[in-house]
């Protein structure tokens, strides 16, 4: 068995390369896969990810800020990037400075971005973003949309890209507002497309899962890049494979009374008598605390219930008197069981919906202070 730490992010950058290669092998002709690698590819490690993304057929990347940009610009120094999020004067001298595309939205911007790009020599490349919907960054009057185009179109200063969008309700398979955003931009842009020749792009994960209306010049995908279902169900369904998993180690094994209790504020209490394994991993590392009695971890073969409340640094889990756990197993809070035929697998999807949340907040979640480790 491989060595592992108190509290280990496994990586299966194989499985990552063959997400993007299913997705690109799905889109319709014509259409690129941006892959989004903010927020440290979603938790799972930005350098890497983008590295084998790109390996996977990407064709561009796509990240939130001017310190992500710069930092993948120093290690990927041939790749297109786009930054996508708002950007102070400083953080736009970043970008500039890493050759990063850029999102603008205003006029006032726009002048900033053409008048601080000739001070770096370079001429930036921009993306113009309509908000068709979503209610955040963009423009939301076609009209201002098109002069802001015409307007970056005339100006030698900068070269006009694309044109872009972000849907709401992509992920709601029942919504009929992403097809109101859908066609609300297409009806828009292609023309627009015609026009100025920017290329059109408004897919995330799910979007491009469901819709090949949507994929236009090329899509950006998120979750689905990283084995996440953009559905909150099952990746499986979508043919995607889960690259993160999230383990620890039984550091000790401790035999409970009935009635006695484990962890801040008895929330658990034996109901007869037992054994718990101390488990050296808690909300520090991203096991929330609102996981406290309502999750299972896998040792061996099995799932076993997570008792008491989840610290900073352990968890408890109820392994019983007949269980053969021992002292130095490896715990699965997240991944497939590692012992051969077992199948039991814990998932993001599976945590998310405990927590009410969405997968990708818990990969997210994943603290810096866990080691992320490639394994093959």
Not at 130 to 136: K, L
Not at 239 to 245: S, T
Not at 297 to 320: C, F, H, K, Q, W
């Amino acid at each position: 068995m491989e060595a592992f730490q108190r509290a280990t992010a496994w990586l299966d950058l194989g499985a990552l390369q063959r997400n993007c290669e299913r997705l690109t092998g799905s889109l319709s002709e014509g259409a690129g896969l941006c892959a989004v690698v903010k927020a440290d590819g979603y938790g799972h490690g930005m350098v890497e990810s983008a590295r084998t993304a790109v390996a996977g057929g990407a064709g561009r990347l796509a990240v939130a800020t001017a310190s992500e940009a710069f930092e993948l610009r120093q290690a990927l120094p041939e790749a297109t990037l786009l930054t996508m999020g708002a950007l102070t004067d400083p953080e736009l001298d970043v970008v500039l400075s890493a050759d990063a595309e850029l999102g603008v939205w205003r006029a006032g911007f726009l002048d900033a971005v053409a008048e601080r790009g000739a001070r770096f020599g370079r001429r930036p490349r921009i993306h113009v973003k309509y908000d068709t919907g979503m209610g955040r960054l963009g423009e939301g009057d076609p009209e201002i949309v098109e002069g802001l185009l015409a307007r970056a179109a005339a100006d030698q200063r900068v070269e006009l890209v694309g044109l872009w969008t972000h849907f709401a309700t992509a992920d709601e398979l029942d919504s009929g507002y992403f097809t109101e955003q859908l066609e609300r931009f297409t009806s828009f842009a292609i023309p627009a497309r015609e026009r100025y020749g920017v290329q059109l792009h408004a897919a995330n994960s799910a979007a491009t899962l469901r819709e090949p209306a949507a994929h236009l010049d090329f899509v950006r995908c998120g979750v689905a890049v990283y084995g996440l279902d953009p559905f909150g169900r099952d990746p499986g369904e979508q043919a995607l494979e889960p690259v993160l998993g999230l383990s620890s180690y039984v550091a000790d094994l401790k035999r409970f009374e009935p009635g006695s209790s484990a962890g801040y504020g008895r929330r658990w209490r034996a109901e007869r008598l037992t054994r718990l394994a101390v488990v050296p991993i808690g909300y520090g590392d991203g096991v929330r605390r609102a996981l406290t009695n309502n999750c299972e971890v896998l040792i061996g073969a099995d799932r076993y219930p997570l008792v008491g409340t989840v610290s900073m640094d352990n968890l408890t889990v109820e392994v019983g008197l007949d269980s053969d756990v021992e002292v130095g197993e490896e715990v699965v809070l997240l991944g497939a069981a590692r012992a051969a035929g077992s199948g039991e697998r814990v998932t993001a999807e599976e945590w998310a919906d405990r927590l009410q949340t969405i997968n990708y907040e818990i990969t997210c979640g994943i603290s810096p202070r866990v080691p992320r480790v490639q394994r093959r």
